[in-house]
Nanobody
Framework: QVQLVESGGGGVQAGGSLRLSCAAS????????MGWFRQAPGKEREFVAA????????VYADSVKDRFTISRDNAKNTVALQMNSLKPEDTAVYYC?????????????????WGQGTQVTVSS
């Protein structure tokens, strides 16, 4: 089991930036990928971005492409999400997730471990 702790959420005005971090501990040697999902009130949890641990290959949701950047630090077992040009519709609780599987990174079912989430609020 992998334990995940997110940090870096908060409030920002539209057009601003935030950087989220996720620290992984536990059985991290089996991790193949890490991702970020988000859930707005009354909505389903949706995919935001993911990165394959060994190759650094990244995948993004269309809604955040060219605004968000996911990165990883293998030595520190951390993954970050740099969010620029934020919009009010980016407001949500953001969750970090870790996968031990091989497959489509945008699928929630790919992920075995989840963090508690961190709130991001973008005001207009």
């Amino acid at each position: 089991q992998v334990q995940l702790v997110e940090s870096g959420g908060g409030g920002v005005q539209a057009g601003g930036s935030l950087r989220l971090s996720c620290a992984a501990s536990g059985r991290t040697f089996s991790t193949t990928a890490m991702g970020w999902f988000r859930q707005a009130p009354g909505k389903e949890r949706e995919f935001v971005a993911a990165i394959r641990w060994s190759t650094g290959t990244t995948v993004y949701a269309d809604s955040v492409k060219d605004r968000f950047t996911i990165s990883r630090d293998n030595a520190k077992n951390t993954v970050a999400l740099q969010m620029n040009s934020l919009k009010p519709e980016d407001t949500a609780v953001y969750y970090c997730a870790a996968s031990r599987r091989i497959g489509l990174l945008a699928l929630k079912s790919m992920y075995d471990s989840w963090g508690q989430g961190t709130q991001v609020t973008v005001s207009s």
